[in-house]
């Protein structure tokens, strides 16, 4: 089973362990209630560094995104984070993802369950394109940093600056 760059921290903070497509990923700590409880009225981190980062460089990588994403990538300025889908060919929805936008580069966070679906997805449209992905020359694959690398989801963004501000090296 992978695991995360916090799979130790879990354990150290007592959390209960499952199995979540293939990681070892916290479910809960204390009980459902108090956690409910206190995302609400404080603000909890959760651990998605399961999840697959795509990295997207090159002349027609916003070309691609736009392709297979039901958002305009095109109107995302940088430092923005969007919501979207990636459909098929059908308008069939393959995956919802976050789109970030960077100075040099584009990051698109897929599900972990359909992260190989999507690269392979992502590969076959972006034929005949000028794009790299930043990890491998002319294709896409999953961010090798995922075991080294946090990827966090911050509840109640009303209460979430202090903990960003208290807790990240600039």
Request: proline letters at 1%.
């Amino acid at each position: 089973m992978e695991k995360t760059a916090l799979h130790s921290t879990h354990k150290r903070l007592g959390a209960r362990l499952i199995d979540f497509g293939g990681w070892e990923m916290p479910v809960m700590y204390r009980g459902i209630a108090d956690e409910h409880h206190h995302t609400r009225t404080v603000s909890s981190i959760f651990d998605v560094s399961h999840m697959g980062r795509l990295y997207f460089k090159g002349n027609d990588a916003e070309k691609l995104l736009d392709r297979v994403c039901t958002r305009n990538i095109a109107k995302l300025k940088v430092g923005r984070s969007g919501y979207s889908h990636v459909c098929n060919e059908r308008g069939g929805v393959i995956d919802d993802v976050i789109v970030s936008r960077f100075e040099d580069k584009l990051l698109m966070v897929c599900n972990a369950s359909n992260r190989e679906k999507m690269v392979a997805h992502l590969n076959a449209q972006s034929a005949g394109m000028r794009i790299r992905s930043g990890l491998m020359r002319g294709s896409f694959r999953a961010a090798a940093r995922i075991a080294t690398h946090v990827l966090a989801s911050i509840s109640n963004p009303n209460r979430a600056a202090n903990f960003i501000a208290r807790n990240t090296r600039r």
